[in-house]
């Protein structure tokens, strides 16, 4: 280290701004003056770090604060003062009324953590489960209010080393900050492993070329501090769990790491008094680094796991425009509202809250609320959700729910609890491990004792060896990783999963159920049939251009392709004025046109020149437009008349046609040995028909259901095979409940959000094969990496013992085991999806000219 000298004749010099000896005076240009450059470095680097803090708490030696006596624990007692975690009430058979609280939770890093957090209530009476979101670092608590205070818990987490708070006070900040934490360990740890593998280089070459004792034992000395550094330092994580897994009597894998790293720690000690002995100050040293490796990765796997499923999440308009109490209106964050202020949405715009329409008549698309293919007309007093899009007018809404209580964002906080979710065979894994750490202990032990009596000065070294290589890490890592990766993978296909469950269940094949509406079909509204002469399109096409509605859209489309590039060219019709529940009329060339529901027919307006205007609509139209319509209608679309100077001119027909992957998802399903069935609530020769054209049998085609009997077939069904039911509306929501595992096509309605386990966003019926793939590969996966994990255990375990394996061999052998684990479940195969169709069904085209 250079030192900077300070002139003879200078002035007293100021203390280092790092380390507090003398430094030359400051200069004018200067605000901190330091004693060499290894200070001036490390004030550097300590400031970038963010870790200004160390200077107060050296400086202050004396004033170090126990949390624990000075933190008001009472606050968590008090709902008024947790915000979001103020606890709910939890429906049990028994007496005992539960209730449950999620807080955000700091001190976690990696799987044994959630371990002893989630088995810490069977030692604590009244305290009945916790449950950790590692993505979102929060726990989630349940317990009995007679018998213990959210306060004491609070207390009792934070003597092993956890901190909770409300999540009114936490942000994703806490997630950085435990991130930059656990990088900061991790270059800490591979300093000290890089340096004092170098130490070991030049002592284990001294053995050979020779080298002097005062070198020898000065070497030792600076690699024994390294380790030690690591050990107390960045290892800290590991002895703090160890702590808090012999004050719970909670046996879990950082127990015998501790140990190992303690017992090689005073053995390198020991080392530095009896030169005869071993020092593996190296060892312990790559042990630490390799660990905090194997945890920042899978910590960082972990989190783009959730990052991808939030990403998809954000559904819902975070502006909204708020009516002032002047009449004015202002653009506000949609989560600054308050209950029973007021929004206006315009035409086009996504509704930002859950509120009650006050003024306004207009029609809403809630396809992501209900997978509603068709619009739906609201007026005043109706409710609308967040997340639905105003098709046509203004709309003055009052807010009822914003933020995370509207029904939309119960999705997000659903989908966020899918890596969390302990599968039986996770379960599995946990009470493995937890009976392995107990062996281990025993079988260390053991070698001691055997090794005392064979040589004594082996007897440290294999036992260190042994406490090392078999830490379970890799076999606590293998079944969460699988999940967490599977459930990110399937997020970024638009098939989102709320629960680990399924992806166990869907191993082997079932039965799958399938809505019709809004399942079965696209969603998108098409011209299938046209009764008429194409020259009554361009107006078709033009007076309907203007008006947002599916049906409109569809029959401009259809005009759009009918008459080519010229359709653009035309002039635009004027005067359109749309009848909301009704139609549209509107003039085109001079020429008056109405189009809309056969509700028209029966208008004072309509006149038929071959009918008297005495009789009624239906009387007064002529038999060509009535079998028109009545072809239509048996075709399963719905009729849209176009009335020309009051006559009819022309019948569309408008339909939600079959989805172009529908017949190969269900051929693949079939194929895979899967028992498929629709069920609907359409007339039974509609559904017969769809099934006819996806190669399904009558018997495999149930119409006419109500909600009930939906659910009473699904109910009958669940057994021994696992049951799918795949559905999109409120009249799904029971059977999506019901089944095995229910999936919402298009988002579903609030009932369906919590019904549904599943979630595909995109609408696609392809997200269910990849799901159930998915599924297929996540088991594979788990069984590999469980295989993997024990038989690496078991055989590290008997060579350690038989003294074949040295404790540096050991730390390197222990973390690549779980790195191993790491790498082939991110090398595992991508979730496969189908490929392009290749089902044929009935084609617009087909109906259009069998209707001409």
Partial sequence: MSTATIPPNAPDGVPCAHCGLPAPPLRADQTESFCCHGCRGAWELIRTWGLEEYYQLRDSPGEEVDEEATRNWEDLNDPRLLGRSAPLAVETDSRAPLLRSTLAISG???????????????????????????????????????????????????????TVEPLADCDD??????????LVDLALAGFCAANAMWIAIALYAGQFTGMA????????????????????????????????????????????????????????????????????????????????????????????????????????????TRVNPDGSTSRVAAETLSITDHVIVRPGESIPVDGTITAGESMVDRSLMTGESCPVQVVAEDAVEAGTEN????????????????????????????????????????????????????????????????????????????LIVACPCALALATPLAIAVSIGRLAKRKVLVRSGDCLERLSRPGILFLDKTGTLTKGRMQVSH?????????????????????????????????IGDSFDS?????????????????????????????????????????????QSGDDRLDNRWKSAIESV?????????????????????????????????????????????????????TVSQVASSLGLSETSARGGLLPNEKLAVVQAATGELPVIMVGDGVNDAAALAAADVGVAVRGGASAS?????????GGSLAGVQSLVVGARQARQTIRRNFVISISYNIVAVGLAMAGWITPLVAAALMPASSLTVLGLTLASPTNGEPSESKHNTPSNAKNLKESR
């Fill in 391 to 466: 098709l046509q007018a203004d709309l003055h809404i009052q807010v009822t729910a914003k933020g995370d209580e509207t029904r939309l964002a119960k999705l997000q906080h659903a989908v966020a609890e899918a890596a969390a979710t302990r599968t039986p065979i996770i379960q599995l894994a946990n009470r493995i491990g937890a009976w392995f750490v107990v062996v281990v202990l025993l079988l260390s032990l053991t070698t001691a004792v055997a090794w005392f009596f064979i040589d004594r000065s082996q007897m440290m070294g294999n036992v260190v060896a042994l």
């Fill in 213 to 320: 004792a005062n070198h020898e034992q000065f070497l030792r000395i600076a690699g024994v501090g390294l380790g030690v550094a690591a050990v107390i330092f960045p290892g800290r994580i590991f002895f703090r769990s160890a702590i808090a897994s012999v004050q719970t009597r909670t046996p879990h894998m950082d127990l015998p790491v501790a140990i190992g790293l303690m017992a090689g720690m005073l053995a390198s000690i020991y080392a530095l008094i009896d030169r005869n002995a071993d020092v593996y100050f190296d060892s312990i040293a790559c042990l630490v680094f390799f660990l905090l490796t194997g945890r920042w990765l899978q910590l960082r796997q972990q989190r783009r796991a959730g990052e991808a499923v939030a990403t998809l999440m954000r559904l819902s308009p975070t502006v909204a």
């Fill in 530 to 562: 046209w009764i008429g002469d194409n020259e009554l399109l361009p107006a078709a096409g033009k007076i309907e251009a203007g008006i947002r509605h599916p049906i409109a859209h569809a029959i401009t489309r259809f005009a759009q392709a009918e």
């Fill in 108 to 162: 976690i890093h990696c799987a044994a953590c959630l371990w002893l957090i989630e088995r810490a209530p069977e030692r604590i009476s009244g305290w009945h489960s916790s449950q950790v979101n590692m993505h979102q670092r929060t726990v989630e608590l349940t317990f009995d209010p007679t018998t213990i205070r959210l306060s004491e818990i609070g207390r009792w987490l934070h003597r092993v080393g956890y």
């Fill in 753 to 761: 959000l919590a019904a549904a386990p599943v979630v595909i966003d």
């Fill in 633 to 685: 209608i048996a075709a399963g679309s719905s009729p849209v008349v176009l009335i020309k100077n009051q006559q009819c001119r022309g019948v569309f027909g408008v339909s939600d046609p079959l989805r172009d992957e529908a017949g190969e998802v269900i051929d693949w399903f079939i194929n895979e040995g899967w028992q498929v069935e629709i069920l609907s609530g359409d007339h039974q020769p």
């Fill in 570 to 614: 035309l002039p635009p019709a004027s005067n359109v004025n749309q009848q909301v529940g009704r139609g549209v009329e509107g003039e085109f060339q001079g020429q008056h046109y109405r189009l809309g529901s056969v509700q028209l027919l029966g208008s004072p307006e309509f006149s038929d020149p071959n009918s008297t205007s005495q």
């Fill in 173 to 182: 900040n806490s997630k950085d900050e435990a991130s930059q934490q656990l």
